[in-house]
């Protein structure tokens, strides 16, 4: 597939339309090609929004029923609303749908907002696509060195099984336009991605989030910002946030 298919195929892929030989293989080209993972970003960031404010839509009908309903029940009056509701409720449509552009544009969630919507996209497509680790070992030995040469930081990984936390293995990811590690835990039987990226940030104190049903704990430490994902009950995803925060000290 080359880069121009890659281009035409990213809109389907942000929105996990593709099927699964072709969401690896866009998924390839992606890791290699700068201008396809801006673009996928971009794409990203305008399907999450479309999809989150396309609901508004629905408003004019329920707003209609109620409006109906609160309207004085005299037949002429009644009549008079009849005639002109077609052209109240486009008039409704068309505000609504200005707002909603005006919202794209002046109202943009925040950059962490955006980044959570991504850290859950890609822990969800991470499972669906089956494709968890690029490369599956327990060993820390093995997961780290893997990374040597995909990118440009060393990330740190650390062992967990003894606390109930085994490793999986490990990922080349994209999240914010930048390639990121991808390190696969597990608890019983839920996944936990932790994402790994070198940051300008000061140190920020783990801080949890709830969405679309997963929870999100994510941290900066000594020059790395650290976002794990699972679907594990917040106080178990916070054990194992704590857990990689003091083995990453150590
Ligand atoms: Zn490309």
New binding site residues.
């Given amino acids: 597939m080359?880069?121009?298919e890659?281009?035409e195929l990213l809109p389907a892929y942000a929105d996990q339309e593709l099927g699964i030989s072709e969401a690896l293989e866009v998924q390839r080209?992606?890791e290699?090609?700068?201008?396809?993972?801006h673009?996928y970003a971009a794409q990203r960031i305008v399907s999450a929004r479309f999809k989150k404010e396309a609901e508004y839509f629905d408003a004019p009908a329920h707003l209609a029923q109620r409006i109906n309903a609160a309207l004085p029940q005299d037949p002429p009056r009644a009549k008079l609303w009849s005639i002109n509701w077609r052209n109240l409720g486009a008039a409704l449509a068309a505000g609504l749908a200005l707002a909603w552009s005006a919202g794209l544009y002046f109202n943009l969630p925040s950059d962490q907002d955006k980044l959570t919507d991504e850290v859950v996209a890609s822990h969800v497509r991470s499972l669906q696509v089956d494709h968890l680790s690029d490369v599956a070992s327990t060993d820390q030995h093995t997961v780290k060195p893997w990374f040597n040469g995909k990118l440009n930081f060393a990330p740190p990984v650390v062992d967990l099984a003894p606390q109930g936390f085994p490793l999986i293995g490990g990922r080349l990811d994209y999240l914010g336009g930048r390639p990121v590690a991808a390190l696969i835990y597990r608890r019983a039987q839920h996944p936990i991605n932790l994402y790994i990226w070198p940051s300008n940030d000061r140190d920020v104190a783990p801080q949890l989030q709830n969405k679309q049903g997963y929870h999100v704990v994510r941290w900066t430490w000594d020059g790395m910002t650290y976002w794990t994902v699972s679907d594990l009950a917040a106080n178990e995803l916070e054990n194992f946030a704590g857990m990689v925060r003091s083995k990453v000290r150590q």
């Fill in positions: 080359d880069h121009q890659v281009l080209h992606l290699s090609c700068a201008d396809c993972q673009e």
